[in-house]
């Protein structure tokens, strides 16, 4: 008989798998938990000669994720929901009725993959039939065949290969993963600290120099967005304006992607948390931001909502 021990080592690609799901990194870590539960109950009639552990494991988590899918909106971001604004003075309104699209805190697990995470193919995913969704990522992510997909959906090779092309059809639009260079890329580093040292000192024309021409800066739950270099500096220079300068930012990284924890200047001293950003580097500049301002969003990240002046500079 199994035990949980055997369902452990699996845990992390879960998490990762009903993230890419659910587009929520909360809601996929309590999918998990009902998948293990799920599978310890059912452990007396799990047959190794049918599936592997992890197999099952995945049949489980997908019925799970598609219940749990089943008459949801879906989770976008606010470049998925209408028109940039061209007013960087607009009111910067929270719309707490969208369940926006979460980012995932990389460092919480050990996933092998991540260009296949990075925010902008897990927005667009959010488009397709729950059904669609996980055959696209159970056969181009996790590699699974398409043998094995109609096992843990309970359907047929032809109807899964059917997903697959409708799925890859949707998403044909969305670019390659590879146009986005991974974090460690020198490159990369060079350009993010860049920007650090640009956003600390708040200075907008050091931040323009880094950006693409079309870059977009969106801020959910915020749902305005704006595209282009003159709106997302005049923005930044209205967020300068309003909080000073002397930030701290701190580097990580999100959905593969490069990262900044943003801590805005207190008037008595010290920095508190303002925004966890989460950007895309193209060509040697910064492509988009997307700039998160939800607590539960800094919880999954576990980071501290004030900082001192000691701590505002810790070693990269």
Request: glycine fraction near 8%; hydrophobic fraction near 45%.
């Amino acid at each position: 008989m199994m035990g949980c021990v055997e369902f452990e080592p699996y845990r992390g690609e879960l998490v990762a798998y009903c993230y890419r799901m659910l587009g929520s990194f909360h809601e996929a870590e309590d999918l998990v938990q009902e998948t293990m539960l799920r599978a310890w109950k059912a452990r007396d009639r799990y047959d190794r000669t049918r599936a592997s552990v992890r197999t099952w494991l995945y049949r489980i988590a997908t019925n799970v994720c598609v219940s749990a899918l089943e008459g949801r909106a879906r989770r976008p971001l606010p470049s998925g929901l209408g028109a940039p604004s061209e007013d960087p003075g607009a009111p910067l309104t929270p719309a707490f009725d969208i369940p926006w699209l979460q980012p995932f805190p990389d460092a919480r697990f050990d996933t092998e993959r991540r260009a296949d995470m990075r925010l902008a193919l897990v927005a667009a995913m959010q488009i397709l039939p729950p059904r669609q969704r996980a055959v696209l990522v159970l056969r181009e992510v996790l590699e699974f065949s398409a043998a094995e997909v109609a096992e843990q959906l309970g359907t047929t090779v032809p109807a899964v290969n059917s997903a697959l092309q409708r799925a890859r059809a949707a998403l044909a639009d969305v670019g390659d993963a590879g146009d986005v260079a991974e974090p460690g890329d020198p490159g990369v580093r060079a350009v993010i600290q860049n920007y650090v040292e640009a956003f600390e000192a708040a200075d907008v024309p050091a931040l323009v120099r880094l950006l693409t021409d079309e870059a977009v800066l969106e801020m959910p739950p915020v749902p305005l967005w704006y595209r282009g270099r003159r709106d997302y500096g005049q923005f930044m220079r209205r967020v300068f304006e309003m909080r000073g300068a002397g930030w701290s930012m701190r580097q990580l990284t999100a959905n593969g992607q490069p990262a900044l924890a943003a801590y805005a200047p207190e008037p008595g001293g010290g920095h508190r948390l303002h925004t966890l950003q989460v950007l895309s580097v193209t060509g040697g500049r910064v492509a988009c931001n997307v700039v998160f301002a939800d607590p539960h969003v800094f919880e999954a990240f576990d980071l501290p909502a004030q900082i001192s002046l000691g701590e505002s500079r810790p070693p990269r």
